[in-house]
């Protein structure tokens, strides 16, 4: 499997972001890479997600789909926040351009070694990080790929949808939403017309929430 090797940037919160040297886009935010993940993902995402399920007593497992691997953030992340809610987390994520692992090794997100666990977790195989999180990477283009599973979450972290115009169709947000159990929640940093419009003929109830960092919107999708 090829990897590529991004250039590491700076943004404005002291964490880093890459750039992407095939489509030339920044990972995230120049605002703040990991004040963004936080704030889009998890906040908005997974807390939301562990929230509702314990007010209506149905938490278990949260089945979590990220669209984009990438630099690894949103997955470290979710890992923290599964031990702080003691939720149990079966974490799945598709990227089609893998970095290499001596790129994540410089990001310096954490000292703790369960971050390059992530990134040396071999592919297309269920592997257990920690009591309360497994990850299974998926290397390939969601728009051809068939995955057989139910989830509770999606992080939706493709680039940009004047990048990438085909990730961010009605036919693919129904395809996903195949993926998703009734009630299931998409969240995305996009927060752009075409975006909610795909979302709704897709089956979703779109909520635009405030942005991170200064960005005025962001949404998170509900399967109806």
């Known amino acids: ?110 000292d703790d070694s369960r971050f390059m666990q992530l990134h040396n977790a071999p592919w297309g195989c269920c592997e257990r990080i920690t009591p309360y999180f497994s990850l299974e990477k998926l290397n390939g283009a969601l728009e051809s790929m068939e995955i057989r599973s139910v989830f509770d979450l999606v992080y939706y972290d493709a680039f940009a949808p004047d990048v990438q115009p085909e990730l961010w169709s009605t036919s693919l947000f129904t395809k996903i939403g195949t993926m998703m159990r009734p009630g299931g929640v998409l969240v995305t940093y996009s927060a752009k017309g075409s975006v909610k419009q795909a979302l709704r003929e897709a089956g979703f109830d779109v909520h635009r929430l405030p942005g991170a960092l200064g960005k005025h919107h962001m949404l998170r999708a509900i399967k109806q």
């Open 1 to 110: 499997m090829e990897t590529i090797h991004p250039v590491i940037e700076p943004t404005e919160d002291g964490s880093v972001t890459l750039l992407h040297p095939i489509l030339h886009e920044s990972y995230h935010s120049l605002r703040g890479a990991k004040g963004e993940s936080e704030h889009v993902y998890i906040r908005h995402g997974f807390q939301f997600v562990v929230e509702t399920g314990k007010e209506s007593g149905l938490l278990g497992p949260v089945r979590i789909l990220e669209m984009g691997f990438g630099s690894g953030l949103n997955a470290w992340l979710t890992l923290l926040a599964a031990e702080t809610f003691a939720c149990p987390v079966e974490y799945r994520a598709v990227e089609r351009y893998p970095i290499d692992p001596t790129v994540a090794a410089r990001l310096g997100y954490t």
